[in-house]
């Protein structure tokens, strides 16, 4: 088993729709945890950054962090065909370890015009 | 702002030859890492350096050798190509205790 499972899509959606992403994790000891944002050919850029249970919003995304259930989302409200592109989630461990990230597979997202 | 810079972006290699991926960055970072991404397997770790002077293996370091040439640059060598390393090889930098990854925009290798 991974320690982090990410739903795989892909995802299609029309413009102006609500996505949510979602992954869930095994090791209890993630304290970091991220959603990277990669279009074709380049490289994942930091889209979110959160190290602790709760929401964090940032225009319109939305990360959430449930350690107790190991779970975490993002959600894109009013989605636009910029945001097609493939999101991968990310978890590292506290200290020395916190930039060894693990990362999910990733979803890629298509938001249709 | 450059950030991570990776060269070459694309290299053709055949089985048994070798190869240097280099990469620099310019934000003062301590931690560098090399990981590569396979369709539909997300980024595996290969190498990491936490700061100047060491390095680590990562989750797939065999075939794989590195060094951490000064606090900017993190080159990554295949010793001896084999078409298994086809892949995208990404380099990237992080603030010493920190999560967040910087990424370059990677290179592509097919070995033959």
């Known amino acids: 088993q991974k320690e982090v499972e990410q739903d795989p899509g892909p995802l299609s959606v029309p413009e102006g729709a609500i996505v949510s992403l979602n992954c869930t994790y095994s090791?209890?000891?993630?304290?970091?945890f991220m959603w990277y944002r990669q279009y074709s050919r380049k490289g994942p850029e930091l889209l979110m950054y959160?190290?602790?249970?709760g929401n964090k919003e940032d225009g319109r995304f939305t990360a959430q962090v449930d350690k107790s259930s190991k779970y975490i989302s993002l959600f894109i409200r009013d989605s636009q065909p910029s945001d097609s592109a493939t999101y991968l989630c990310a978890m590292s461990e506290w200290g020395t370890n916190a930039g060894k990230s693990t990362f999910g597979d990733g979803t890629t997202l298509t938001v249709k015009p | 702002n450059a950030g991570v810079t990776q060269t070459p972006k694309f290299q053709v290699l055949k089985t048994g030859q070798s190869m240097t991926l280099q990469c620099a960055q310019d934000?003062?970072?301590?931690?560098m890492y090399w990981y590569r991404q396979d369709p539909g397997m997300g980024l595996r770790l290969i190498y990491y350096?936490?700061?100047?002077?060491?390095?680590d293996k990562g989750e797939v370091p065999n075939g794989y050798n590195v060094s951490r040439l000064n606090k900017r640059e993190f080159s990554l060598r295949l010793e001896s190509a084999a078409p298994s390393q086809t892949s995208v090889y990404f380099c990237?930098?992080?603030?010493?205790?920190?999560?967040?990854?910087?990424f370059g925009e990677g290179s592509r290798l097919t070995v033959l």
């Open positions: 959160t190290y602790s249970s």
């Open positions: 990237a930098s992080s603030e010493a205790g920190l999560g967040e990854l910087f």
């Open positions: 350096s936490a700061s100047e002077g060491t390095t």
């Open positions: 934000m003062n970072h301590n931690s």
């Open positions: 090791n209890s000891a993630f304290q970091y």
